[in-house]
């Protein structure tokens, strides 16, 4: 199975400031198509999760510009500008690149 | 409006079977492969399987192939979950989920409580 990795598994951000996350897969997750199946989901408190970003670096309908997704083959970064109050909750990156799917285990964001 | 209702989840005893559904509108639900993720009190998310369009392709995690079973009635806009031998390990919320790049829409949940 190819494991996801995140960091930190926790991020205190004061509002306005930025914040970022990085998640690392075991293996390249870049398809002979060009594709990189790598994805960013928020869990809000007591909320199901929401996808943010799909295919490394695309915004999910609906979801604001102040979030976005970059990376290589194997180490991605989910970056959030002027973090509100709402951005608060857990962090997950996963993969579609294989099955199983596999999820990270998650990073909570926090506001000082 | 897409949604996505679970339902069917409670508390059963160790060794017992429970079915979930996960009943779809707002979309065309034939159109979709459609996918299941549990999450553990307080843990992250697992991924449990995928069903495509018309049920000719479906994908299970390893450790849940003999105990789960993904089905979906497109006549019925519903996907199921059929859950056999469960154990106290398989306490979680239990969420259905539309796979389109990613999954862009998720149920509510439906809680299920392993135990005596």
């Known amino acids: 199975d190819i494991v996801m990795t995140q960091a930190p598994l926790s991020v205190s951000v004061t509002p306005g400031e930025s914040a970022s996350i990085s998640c690392r897969s075991s293996?390249?997750?870049?398809?002979?198509?060009?594709?990189?199946?790598v994805y960013w989901y928020l869990q809000k408190p007591g909320k199901s999760p929401q996808l943010l970003i799909y295919r490394m670096s695309n915004l999910a309908s609906g979801v604001p510009d102040r979030f976005s997704g970059s990376g290589s083959e194997t180490d991605f970064t989910l970056k959030i500008s002027r973090v509100e109050a709402e951005d608060v909750g857990i962090y997950y990156c996963g993969q579609l690149l294989e099955n199983p799917n596999t999820f990270g285990a998650g990073t909570k964001l926090e506001l000082k | 409006e897409v949604k996505l209702v679970e339902s069917g989840g409670g508390l059963v005893q160790p060794g017992r079977s429970l079915k979930l559904s996960c009943a779809a509108s707002g979309f065309s639900f034939n159109d979709y492969w459609m996918g299941w993720v549990r999450q553990a009190p307080g843990k992250g998310l697992e991924w449990i399987g995928e069903?495509?369009?018309?049920?000719?392709?479906?994908n299970y995690t390893p450790s849940l192939k003999d105990k789960f079973t993904i089905s979906r009635d497109n006549a019925q806009n519903t996907l199921y979950l059929q859950m056999s031998k469960l154990g106290s390990e398989d306490t979680a919320i239990y969420y259905c989920?539309?796979?389109?790049?990613?999954?862009?829409?998720w149920g509510q949940g439906v809680m299920v409580t392993v135990s005596s």
């Open positions: 069903i495509n369009q018309d049920s000719s392709t479906i």
């Open positions: 293996k390249s997750l870049l398809h002979s198509n060009g594709i990189t199946y």
């Open positions: 989920a539309r796979y389109n790049s990613g999954f862009d829409y």
